[in-house]
């Protein structure tokens, strides 16, 4: 690996110890073997390399999002939708779990414009990864304005699960509950 890879490895593994505010660039540096000119010349800033590290470890986290049997159930079905978020669910159940560093993240927003700007187009492209979990199909054929409906809708439901598990996990909605809220939801447009 070159420079910008080492200190990209250095960057997650700092956040995931530390978290954003209180990792500096000389413990990306150290972490990384490397040195502090490399992180403006290969990234610009230090907030704009955490937030490329921050992006990474989301799409990483997303392989575990598809790992538990969803190849048997049929797409876009409720059966489909409870597998996928149980599956999400379990990623935030462990300790020093990613999405306890989103929370962070998500805070400091407009106190870092330049990673705000960088994960808000992000978003986008988490939205279409999620949809093929849920609906089927490939990520490289999701429409623009199905990202930024169906996407975003899942992208708000994810955002909204990781604040509660990140409050306070003993009362926070586990697959089951999510699915017979949809359910309801459904039901209720059903018979109007």
């Known amino acids: 690996m070159g420079h910008r890879e080492d200190l990209l490895e250095g960057a997650k ?14 413990d990306i540096v150290k972490e990384s073997g490397t040195n502090l000119a490399s992180i403006g010349y290969h990234y610009g800033s230090k907030d704009a390399l955490l937030a490329r590290a921050y992006v990474a470890l989301v799409e990483e986290m997303g392989d575990a999002f598809d790992g538990g049997g969803l190849d048997d ?3 876009g079905s409720l059966e489909r939708f409870e597998r996928t978020w149980s599956n999400i669910i379990a990623t935030m159940k ?3 779990s990613l999405w306890r560093l989103s929370m962070e993240v998500l805070a400091l927003g ?5 990673v705000r700007d ?6 986008r492209e988490a939205g279409r990864g999620l949809i093929p979990l ?3 199909g490939r990520e490289e054929d999701v429409s623009d304005e199905t990202a930024d ?8 439901l994810m955002t909204g ?5 990140t409050f306070d996990p003993r009362t926070a909605p586990d697959a089951g509950q999510l699915t017979a809220g949809l359910r309801r939801v459904v039901e209720g447009i059903s018979n109007s």
């Open 94 to 96: 462990e300790p020093g």
């Open 73 to 75: 159930t049929e797409p």
């Open 134 to 136: 849920l609906m089927g």
């Open 110 to 114: 407009d106190r870092l414009p330049e």
């Open 118 to 123: 960088h994960l808000a187009a992000a978003q």
């Open 161 to 165: 699960l990781i604040a509660q598990w």
């Open 13 to 26: 593994r700092c956040l995931l110890q530390k978290g954003f505010t209180r990792t500096t660039a000389r």
């Open 149 to 156: 409906t169906l996407g975003m809708f899942y992208v708000t």
